[in-house]
């Protein structure tokens, strides 16, 4: 089955960069997703791309995706205090209501 | 955007007793809802599919009759933990699909169920 891995924990000071890596194995992947959980509650959708492109900025958020070597990235930049979460990739093969295979979560760390 | 609110999104209750979570998508129609698991540090475990007007689609190693679903409406999935123990003491999260081409899921805020 498809299987999603992400590194467990990320420490970034407050102001810096933080980048967040995932890899998948499904090659027929067509949606790929970032989720946002913080402490006790559900995810929060920040951002998602297409596997026909390369990347995707959304104001802080910059996602990056290299199809070949089946890697994704989420870059916040000016990363602050309230970024402080748990972050899930996910991907999908189909478009519309399809089941999502998530990661491991990745939980970030912002220290002042 | 849309929502997706659960109920109740904390819940303390005896083993052995039965207790229900209710997902209801706010402001839109939802034929397909969809129940995760989430342990303790741990990824969200899609448990199974509420399809309104028929039945679950329950994920390997999931006990239906442990795990009971009933999508009655476009706008409800409810899940019934029957016969609860403390093994079964997690966050049960719930999710609902729009209909654009993103698939994207719309996510309730989670129920934390502990059983003593």
């Known amino acids: 089955g498809e299987d999603v891995e992400q590194s467990l924990f990320l420490s970034v000071r407050e102001g810096d960069s933080s980048v967040i890596n995932c890899t998948y194995t499904d090659s027929s992947s067509t949606y790929l997703y970032w989720y946002k959980q913080e402490p006790g509650a559900g995810l929060q959708l920040l951002t998602y791309?297409?596997?026909?492109?390369d990347m995707k900025q959304d104001q802080r958020l910059t996602v990056l995706l290299n199809k070949k070597d089946k890697h994704l990235s989420l870059r916040i930049a000016d990363t602050q205090t309230g970024d402080s979460a748990i972050y899930f990739c996910?991907?999908?093969?189909?478009?519309?209501?399809?089941?999502?295979?998530f990661g491991t979560g990745t939980r970030l760390q912002v220290t002042l | 955007g849309a929502v997706v609110s659960q109920h109740p999104s904390w819940v303390i209750c005896k083993s052995g007793t039965s207790v229900k979570i209710e997902c209801r998508s706010l402001?839109?129609?939802?034929?397909?809802m969809f129940w995760y698991r989430q342990f303790p540090k741990q990824s969200l475990m899609l448990m199974a599919t509420s399809n309104e007007g028929s039945k679950a689609t329950y994920e390997q190693g999931v006990e239906k009759d442990k795990f009971l679903i009933n999508h009655a409406s476009l706008t409800l999935s409810t899940l019934t933990v029957t016969s609860a123990h403390p093994e079964d003491s997690s966050f049960y999260i719930c999710s609902a699909p729009d209909r654009g081409l993103t698939g994207e899921l719309f996510f309730g805020e989670g129920s934390r169920l502990t059983v003593l």
């Open positions: 791309i297409f596997s026909n492109m």
């Open positions: 996910a991907e999908t093969y189909t478009g519309t209501a399809s089941k999502l295979t």
């Open positions: 402001d839109f129609q939802a034929t397909t």
